[in-house]
């Protein structure tokens, strides 16, 4: 059964065309929720389906367009609504971040990133932590300063 990716569109297309075979879908949501809830599960998914092709938006922001290098699938870019034959839709629902911790990224999605991106940088004798503010903005925690 065919699935319809809608992208967003001043008016309701029909889908003028039809992608054939097994496509894995990347969102393209603000930098933080890509990076640490979407890119974690696509990252998976393209490493459990090899040769699936990856489907990307043709507008995608600039953090997003310079993954796109840096996978070894065939992408496709759509600009416009399209019939596609197969999907897998990697995204997260609410809830999914560590159980642990709450709000924070799931360390098995951490451990995926790590892997990933540690063969574009040179190990290190000590431990880098990187710590993500949100201070100043309207869904800041109340004790963050």
């Known amino acids: 059964m065919a699935q319809v990716l809608e992208l967003a569109t001043t008016q309701n297309e029909v ?11 990347l969102p393209s949501n603000g930098h933080y929720h890509w990076l640490v809830e979407d ?4 990252l998976k998914s393209v490493a459990v ?3 699936r092709r990856g489907l990307f938006r043709e507008m ?9 290098g840096l996978i070894d699938n065939d992408i496709v870019y759509l600009g416009s609504p399209a019939w596609v034959e197969r999907l897998v839709m990697t995204a997260k629902t609410a809830d999914m971040g560590s159980p642990l911790a709450g709000l924070t ?3 098995v999605d951490v451990g995926i990133l790590r892997e990933f991106f540690s063969k574009y940088h040179e190990p290190r004798s000590y431990d880098c932590k990187l710590y993500l503010s949100r201070a100043g903005h309207a869904r800041s ?3 963050e300063r």
Not at 39 to 42: A, D, N, R
């Open 15 to 25: 889908p003028a065309s039809k992608l054939r075979g097994e496509f894995i879908f």
């Open 39 to 42: 890119l974690p599960v696509f």
């Open 49 to 51: 389906l090899r040769r």
């Open 60 to 68: 995608l922001p600039p953090y997003a367009r310079e993954m796109t």
């Open 105 to 107: 990224p799931h360390p």
């Open 141 to 143: 925690p109340a004790n």
